[in-house]
């Protein structure tokens, strides 16, 4: 989230006083009183507004943070206000030309967004403000490069991280050891099944392994071929692993999944691990709860991998008239401190390469003081994808056929082949085959 530079006219006309009339030291009397005269003049700098579209939310207190405050800073003739999202989604937006200068995405629902026709490659706006691309992680960009159309659609300003967070209180309450870094799936499941329990009419449960989507990222699969626009569902043992695994955890007795683990985790406090993303935000008013993390579980044949290169990413828009302000606010957003000041107070993980924002990650959280923050770094992140614009449909599909597996409706096979034809059909439908 990272380090801006300012190209200013200022320092263009410093650039050109030290090259001009001052080389010899001799210009004197009415020929430099010319020199002076002929010198550029500074336009003054015109105040503009920018609205900003954020489809991946940012808080009140992380966009003044984050946005507002360090653009006032830096750029006090650019303020940043957020289009209001009441009854008015992105595609409205487009449709009835409402100015829309930023736009904050998940990477992986760009190439669905470009069918609205507002992204375009950032590059030309990286070349002109010499915006560094080497400071980040390269293959976050590549990530992003894969559904931009070769182009960057998008500057990536968040890395999703996993972690596997556990109540201390319920592992104490049942004599059960708390969860090692390094551990893999299998050894989670097995302890899983120590502290699912109904102890004095309330049911603990040991695992939420928050949907099938977190279990699939690992293994970086591509539910929808983009080149042929077909579902990928069949084409290898992927979802079908990820498809036993999860029944696996629902079938423990007593730890059947049940939807959001929102309040269950940090209020009702009846799941003893949560294998899940960035989750530490949620525990800010979580008072009480004692809890700390561990490594998030990895596959057998992929140690030390967890998700996948799951990114939020910053967008200037083609229809924008003020791209070189919006860019602008992009360069604020990744320069150095506002990056720093977004791993200690936010909880986000940067997607530059300098390590000490991995070491300062949630310093000024209080709630994180003393928790074993470096488990989250101790995995990387799986290569995402080339996503097709028909993801959000197919995961749509497999989600259903998921939750009709666990309730017992069907077996993984039939599961599966039903994903696979629904998914096609869905896709001809939308392509008006």
Same mark, same amino acid.
């Given at each position: 989230?990272?380090?801006?530079?300012?190209?200013?006219?200022?320092?263009?006309?410093?650039?050109?006083?030290?090259?001009?009339?001052?080389?010899?030291?001799?210009?004197?009397?009415?020929?430099?009183?010319?020199?002076?005269?002929?010198?550029?003049?500074?336009?003054?700098?015109?105040?503009?507004?920018?609205?900003?579209?954020?489809?991946?939310?940012?808080?009140?207190?992380?966009?003044?943070?984050?946005?507002?405050?360090?653009?006032?800073?830096?750029?006090?003739?650019?303020?940043?206000?957020?289009?209001?999202?009441?009854?008015?989604?992105?595609?409205?937006?487009?449709?009835?030309?409402?100015?829309?200068?930023?736009?904050?995405?998940?990477?992986?629902?760009?190439?669905?967004?470009?069918?609205?026709?507002?992204?375009?490659?950032?590059?030309?706006?990286?070349?002109?403000?010499?915006?560094? *691309? &080497?400071? =980040?992680?390269?293959?976050?960009?590549? %990530?992003?490069?894969?559904? @931009? #159309?070769?182009?960057? /659609?998008?500057?990536?300003?968040?890395?999703?991280?996993?972690?596997?967070?556990?109540?201390?209180?319920?592992?104490?309450?049942?004599?059960?050891?708390?969860?090692?870094?390094?551990?893999?799936?299998?050894?989670?499941?097995?302890?899983?099944?120590?502290?699912?329990?109904?102890?004095?009419?309330?049911?603990?449960?040991?695992?939420?392994?928050?949907?099938?989507?977190?279990?699939?990222?690992?293994?970086?699969?591509?539910?929808?071929?983009?080149?042929?626009?077909?579902?990928?569902?069949?084409?290898?043992?992927?979802?079908?692993?990820?498809?036993?695994?999860?029944?696996?955890?629902?079938?423990?007795?007593?730890?059947?999944?049940?939807?959001?683990? *929102? &309040?269950? =985790?940090?209020?009702?406090?009846?799941? %003893?691990?949560?294998?899940? @993303? #960035?989750?530490?935000? /949620?525990?800010?008013?979580?008072?009480?709860?004692?809890?700390?993390?561990?490594?998030?579980?990895?596959?057998?044949?992929?140690?030390?991998?967890?998700?996948?290169?799951?990114?939020?990413?910053?967008?200037?828009?083609?229809?924008?008239?003020?791209?070189?302000?919006?860019?602008?606010?992009?360069?604020?957003?990744?320069?150095?401190?506002?990056?720093?000041?977004?791993?200690?107070?936010?909880?986000?993980?940067?997607?530059?390469?300098?390590?000490?924002?991995?070491?300062?990650?949630?310093?000024?959280?209080?709630?994180?003081?003393?928790?074993?923050?470096?488990?989250?770094?101790?995995?990387?992140?799986?290569?995402?994808?080339?996503?097709?614009?028909?993801?959000?449909?197919?995961?749509?599909?497999?989600?259903?056929?998921?939750?009709?597996?666990?309730?017992?409706?069907?077996?993984?096979?039939?599961?599966?082949?039903?994903?696979?034809?629904?998914?096609?059909?869905?896709?001809?439908?939308?392509?008006?085959?």
């Amino acid at each position: 989230m990272k380090k801006a530079v300012t190209y200013s006219v200022l320092s263009a006309f410093l650039l050109l006083a030290g090259c001009g009339g001052g080389n010899t030291g001799e210009t004197k009397g009415k020929e430099g009183e010319a020199a002076k005269e002929t010198k550029p003049v500074e336009k003054a700098t015109e105040p503009v507004t920018l609205y900003m579209y954020d489809v991946q939310v940012f808080t009140d207190d992380d966009f003044k943070r984050l946005i507002t405050d360090p653009v006032k800073k830096k750029y006090p003739h650019i303020t940043v206000e957020r289009l209001n999202k009441q009854n008015n989604a992105i595609d409205n937006v487009i449709a009835t030309k409402q100015q829309l200068d930023l736009v904050t995405l998940w990477h992986g629902g760009m190439p669905a967004q470009n069918l609205l026709d507002y992204l375009e490659d950032m590059t030309p706006l990286i070349q002109t403000h010499k915006f560094d *691309l &080497n400071r =980040f992680d390269p293959k976050a960009l590549d %990530a992003v490069r894969k559904v @931009s #159309n070769g182009g960057l /659609f998008g500057i990536p300003y968040n890395v999703n991280f996993n972690a596997l967070y556990y109540n201390k209180d319920i592992f104490d309450k049942f004599g059960v050891a708390y969860p090692k870094d390094g551990m893999t799936w299998d050894e989670t499941i097995e302890l899983a099944k120590k502290l699912t329990r109904n102890e004095g009419g309330v049911q603990y449960k040991g695992l939420d392994p928050d949907g099938h989507v977190r279990m699939m990222f690992p293994l970086s699969l591509n539910l929808v071929d983009p080149k042929t626009s077909t579902a990928n569902i069949n084409a290898n043992d992927l979802l079908k692993r990820v498809f036993e695994m999860g029944k696996a955890i629902n079938d423990i007795p007593g730890n059947a999944q049940q939807g959001s683990f *929102l &309040n269950v =985790f940090p209020k009702d406090r009846t799941i %003893a691990m949560l294998a899940t @993303s #960035n989750f530490t935000s /949620f525990f800010r008013d979580a008072l009480g709860l004692n809890w700390d993390m561990a490594q998030y579980p990895s596959y057998k044949d992929r140690p030390n991998v967890y998700g996948m290169y799951d990114l939020h990413v910053m967008a200037v828009p083609k229809t924008s008239k003020h791209k070189d302000d919006a860019f602008k606010v992009v360069e604020v957003l990744m320069s150095d401190d506002v990056q720093m000041e977004s791993v200690k107070v936010t909880g986000r993980v940067s997607p530059l390469k300098d390590q000490k924002l991995k070491d300062n990650f949630g310093a000024d959280q209080a709630g994180l003081k003393g928790k074993n923050i470096q488990a989250i770094f101790k995995s990387k992140p799986a290569d995402a994808p080339e996503f097709s614009r028909f993801y959000t449909d197919a995961n749509a599909v497999v989600l259903a056929e998921y939750k009709e597996l666990l309730a017992g409706k069907k077996d993984v096979n039939s599961a599966l082949r039903d994903a696979e034809e629904k998914i096609n059909q869905a896709i001809k439908a939308k392509l008006g085959k």
